[in-house]
């Protein structure tokens, strides 16, 4: 009886711990039940409408100088507060699209009106992106410049996971 009892809590315990890793991945829902409304996990790395991981990966082979690695972590985190308030109107503007979608009768103006809204503050996002590659290439030396591959838009992970801020975008390198 002993033993059966042991079997029995284990078996117990192994199916409770399996049932929690099976369950809901994500935020939870909001006050309404809707699911996938928060932010993603923060800022993350890759290609997306961010600076690629500018002072990572992209730059890591150059041999930067310490004072080159200084003013592009300057540059970097200067960008990323820059580009902060566009992308939490674009994080707003995405939910605002999504909640006109999921109004019973959907108004075709509005939504076009969102797309639009959107497709600016995207916009708005590539010419920051831009001017910020612009400047951290003008930091380099010529031979820096010459091994520094330029792979053109490409898709990644971006500034955040799921529902954060955009994840594909343009990676310049």
Do not use: Y
């Amino acid at each position: 009886m002993k033993i059966l009892s042991i079997v029995f809590a284990v078996i117990l315990v192994i199916g409770s711990a399996g049932m929690v890793m099976a369950g809901h991945k994500g935020p939870p829902p909001d006050a309404d039940g809707a699911q996938g409304l928060g932010r993603g996990m923060g800022p993350g790395t890759g290609c997306g409408m961010g600076p690629c991981g500018a002072g990572g990966a992209a730059l890591a082979n150059l041999n930067l100088s310490d004072e080159q690695a200084v003013k592009i972590q300057a540059l970097r985190e200067t960008h990323l507060k820059d580009i902060a308030p566009i992308q939490d109107q674009l994080f707003s503007a995405r939910n605002e699209l999504r909640l006109l979608w999921n109004q019973p009768n959907p108004d075709a103006g509005q939504i076009a009106e969102m797309q639009q809204k959107m497709d600016d503050l995207r916009s708005q996002l590539r010419q920051e992106v831009t001017q910020h590659l612009l400047k951290v290439r003008g930091l380099l030396t010529t031979e820096q410049k010459a091994r520094l591959v330029v792979v053109g838009p490409g898709m990644g992970r971006g500034m955040g996971g799921g529902h954060g801020r955009d994840g594909a975008g343009m990676c310049a390198w």
